[in-house]
């Protein structure tokens, strides 16, 4: 499988056996956890940051639909008029920190607190080339005990 196009930095995602991974860093001294990826720890001041894998499981901490079309710096291309709902949510993974990330699901039905999700990357605009560039987004995940640790 080859990776598309991305709009976000490869220092952000990760590929394991195909699938997308969030990347991040960890201080060394504390184990305070970044995403994304920090130079030095704010919790300790410590500059000894390690390369982090957050994976790709966690469980929804808090959710919203954004309803209506962003404001610049948005920039997917759509308009007012092609513009469609999505959810926007806080995944909490497995290290604790949670993640602001858009959602596949824009039903609020069909969202809840606590539920399990899962890393895909999504379609988000189209180049000048022709092609789609993708951004990360969490979608419901059948409940794989992988998600956050809750304190």
């Known amino acids: 499988m080859s990776t598309p196009p991305l709009l976000v930095s490869d220092a952000l995602i990760g590929f394991q056996d195909g699938q997308p991974h969030l990347l991040g860093s960890q201080c060394a001294d504390c184990g305070e956890t970044y995403f994304p990826a920090a130079d030095?720890?704010?919790?300790?001041?410590?500059?000894?940051?390690?390369a982090c894998d957050l994976g790709r499981t966690g469980v929804l901490w808090s959710w919203t639909v954004q309803d209506f079309l962003p404001k610049a710096p948005y920039n997917s291309g759509e308009t007012a008029e092609t513009f469609r709902p999505y959810g926007v949510g806080y995944v909490q993974m497995a290290s604790g920190i949670k993640v602001e990330a858009r959602l596949t699901e824009a039903d609020p039905a069909r969202l809840a607190i606590g539920m399990p999700m899962a890393l895909v990357l999504?379609?988000?605009?189209?180049?000048?080339?022709?092609e789609s560039i993708h951004t990360f987004a969490f979608q419901s995940a059948p409940d794989n005990h992988q998600g956050a640790r809750h304190a």
């Open 40 to 50: 030095s720890c704010t919790r300790c001041r410590c500059a000894r940051m390690q």
């Open 122 to 130: 999504l379609p988000y605009r189209v180049n000048a080339q022709g």
